[in-house]
């Protein structure tokens, strides 16, 4: 039987539209192809970002749904969510308006181009929605899937921008061989070796000229332990991603093939540097003496070490991209009124973890028929300070987290002294405790040999770049059983690696001079001047 015809449409009522999609995807979509630019702009590694991009998807999404539940029609919906996309992420463009204008003509002028702007952002969707409400076609099927196509384009236009010019380094780096390292050791089995990164800790003497801290207490305590304390230690430059690069290559960067051409250019290079750090004959000794390999993840991206190959310790904390996404969105001032903390928080527990894997790793050693290497990098006493002496966690806003200079913070001189003091407390007690944890393990397993320990900083205090000494006075103790005195000649962190592995896994690695490079910031990490005079006196504050 034919079904009969059906009636005809009202008077007046708009045509169906044609093709229409299913799913609204252009809000995802743009979220997205913005947290994909962020991470690629600054070169982080796919396991670094992929939580942001999920993060940002489902809240988009989230928010699509809403949005269509409200309007009570997907098309519309989509227009609304990707208006809240936008607008969220509308942060960063608009102060680079209101400076540049408000510089430029003076804050009437910059208020009225922000008004006008404000006007079209609320005038454009209302003239929309409203023309939608009255049957009007334009937003329905044909313009939600010229949306989606576009937002589709903007994903593949963002990885191309970003990937394309990468790839020719990237093939190389694949099909790179490694030289091969002879390793003998001197003893039939290896000791654990526990490199402990203090990130930013400075030297003794600094610390009393700068805060006024006192910490020669702590200093000999350390020698009741065994250790030796470097009277004189420096970096050899004053970034992390330089003086780890150096560090790993064993080799000053001006004699690292792939860096020596960058030198004298801005940027932060952070490919390069990272492989530097990550590609590097140390890994490789460290396997063919037999290592089982831990490293942890600092929060830092620039620097992480997934791509070694080792065992990783992370605990999900924040890390720098994911701060930089959130501070990028008016989320953030919205976050922080129930969660002033949201960045101090997962930072402090992220010193906390660092220590505690420490610990943890000293209790497995004893059972463990492998010598370990473990490479733990604690971002402290490196500013923010976000650790109370009893462990508590000091609330930042975090609008002031990452400033680019110490007066960002909002402390005055006195504060940040007392801050500085409190954190380096807690640090230092911390230490002790690990270095039990180390002592206890080794006197339930003599059988096997004694651990090293090395407790270093990557650079001194830099946040005041009119003060080279601080800069580069890092600060460096060591307990080498077997070999006393391997590292107290106050060798630079370029030379930490080969003293060790020579030592401890028979290799013949040659030192390097003890030289001393500035970067005049992280734009700009590979525009190095040499300096001669590392402990120059500081200029006048």
């Known amino acids: 039987m034919t079904p009969p015809p059906s009636p005809p ?29 962020i991470a690629l702009a600054n070169e982080v590694e796919p396991a670094g970002f992929g939580r942001s991009l999920v993060v940002a998807v489902v809240l988009a999404t989230v928010v699509t749904l809403l949005a269509w539940g409200a309007a009570r029609e997907r098309m519309l919906g989509g227009l609304i969510a990707l208006g809240l996309v936008l607008a969220a992420i509308s942060l960063r463009p608009l102060d680079t308006i209101w400076e540049w204008v408000s510089s430029s003509f003076g804050v009437n002028a910059a208020l009225g181009v922000l008004g006008g702007l404000l006007f079209v952002a609320l005038a454009v ?17 044909p313009a939600t899937s010229a949306l989606n196509r576009l937002a589709a384009v903007l994903v593949i236009v963002v990885l191309l921008f970003h990937v394309v010019p990468d790839l020719p380094g990237a093939v190389a780096g694949l099909t790179r061989g490694q030289p091969s390292v002879s390793v003998n050791p001197p003893d039939p089995i290896p000791p654990d070796i526990y490199m402990i990164l203090m990130d930013g800790y400075p030297r003794a003497d600094v610390l009393e000229r700068r805060f006024g801290i006192d910490n020669r207490a702590f200093v000999e305590e350390l020698r009741e332990h065994g250790f030796e304390v470097a009277e004189e230690s420096r970096s050899n430059y004053v970034f992390t991603q330089v003086t780890l690069a150096s560090m790993f290559q064993m080799r000053h960067i001006e004699s690292i093939p792939d860096l020596a051409p960058l030198i004298g250019t801005p940027g932060q290079h952070v490919v390069a540097l990272r492989e530097a750090i990550t590609v590097s004959p140390v890994w490789q000794t460290l396997r063919a003496a037999g290592y ?59 010193i906390l973890r660092g220590f505690g894997d420490l610990e943890l790793l000293a209790a497995a050693a004893e059972s463990s028929g492998t010598p370990t290497f473990a490479w733990v990098h604690i971002p402290a006493p490196h500013l ?93 103790a060591s307990s080498t059983p077997g070999a006393p005195g391997l590292l107290d000649g106050s060798p630079t962190p ?24 500035l970067s005049p910031d992280t734009r700009g990490l590979l525009e190095l001047t040499e300096v001669s005079n590392p402990d120059r006196p500081a200029a006048a504050r």
């Not at 969707?125 to 099927?141: K, Q």
């Not at 370029?494 to 490079?517: M, Q």
Request: proline share 9%.
């Open 9 to 37: 449409a009202p008077p007046g009522t708009p045509p169906a539209p044609e093709h229409a999609p299913r799913w609204v995807l252009h809000p995802p979509l743009v979220a997205a192809a913005w947290v994909l630019d």
């Open 125 to 141: 969707p209302a003239f929309l929605i409203v023309r939608a409400m009255r049957g009007g076609a334009l937003l329905r099927g």
């Open 292 to 350: 089982r390999i831990v490293v942890n993840l600092a929060g830092y991206e620039h620097v992480s070490l997934r791509s070694v190959g080792a065992e990783v310790l992370d605990h999900g904390e924040m890390n720098d991209l994911e701060r930089v996404v959130l501070g990028r969105t008016w989320l953030l001032d919205l976050v922080k009124v129930a969660r002033p903390d949201v960045y101090a928080e997962p930072w402090r527990d992220r």
């Open 384 to 476: 923010p300070l976000v650790v109370r002496a009893d462990g508590s966690t000091r609330a930042i806003d975090p609008r002031r987290f990452d400033p680019f200079s110490v007066a960002g913070f909002g402390l005055s001189e006195a504060q940040l002294r007392a801050a500085y003091a409190e954190e380096l407390a807690y640090v230092n007690r911390r230490l002790f405790r690990v270095i039990d944890a180390i002592e206890a393990s080794a006197a339930a397993a003599p059988e096997r040999p004694e651990p090293v320990i090395v407790i270093f900083s990557d650079h001194g205090y830099y946040y005041d770049v009119t003060d080279t000494q601080a800069r580069f006075a890092s600060f460096l």
């Open 494 to 517: 370029v030379n930490y690696f080969p003293l060790l592995l020579n030592r401890y896994a028979g290799t013949d690695f040659p030192t390097s001079g003890d030289r001393y490079f």
